[in-house]
């Protein structure tokens, strides 16, 4: 569920996003196999910039649950088949929260969460950024441990 304050948040975040750096880049190529990488980078600045700061909390969060980090790198893959900005985006979300149908890319960045976890089955990634991907922003799911869903939400609601 989207509150006014994620929203907001969100919506700078990715307005603003910068291109992650040289080492950045590295730091990411070091923890995904090169089908996965392939995936990353062909998301959005903003959506590479979020997976890497996800990537980024869940280890500074916890340092040895390296197990976690192509989960957070990758589980908004599926943002990138609607082609939506930061506006866009917004309005999509918000259509999302209202008792109305919706069409078009708002309808396909709704569906971002099944469209991204099929990606990522289809690419062999571990169960657990599949699961992610698909339950992000909804109830943990009985394949994700208690802890493992503390950190991987931690790292992708409450970012600075
Ligand atoms: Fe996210």
């Not at 493992?148 to 609601?157: E, G, I, M, P, Q």
């Amino acid at each position: 569920m989207s509150s006014l304050p994620h929203l907001t948040r969100r919506f700078f975040e990715v307005a603003l996003a910068k291109d992650l750096s040289g080492d950045e880049m590295s730091e990411v190529a070091g923890w995904l196999k090169p089908d996965l990488l392939g995936l990353f980078v062909r998301q959005q600045v903003a959506d590479q910039r979020h997976g890497y700061e996800c990537a980024r909390r869940i280890l500074d969060e916890d340092p040895d649950r390296t197990d976690l980090i192509s989960a957070a790198l990758l589980h908004d893959i599926g943002k990138r088949h609607a082609g939506l900005g930061a506006i866009g985006r917004t309005f999509a979300t918000l259509a999302g929260l209202l008792p109305v149908p919706t069409t078009g890319r708002w309808s396909i960045y709704l569906d971002h969460p099944a469209l991204g976890a099929a990606e990522l089955f289809d690419a062999d990634a571990d169960p657990i950024a599949v699961a992610f991907a698909r339950h992000q922003d909804g109830e943990r799911p009985g394949s994700i441990d208690r802890e493992s869903w503390r950190l991987l939400r931690l790292s992708d609601w409450e970012g600075p």
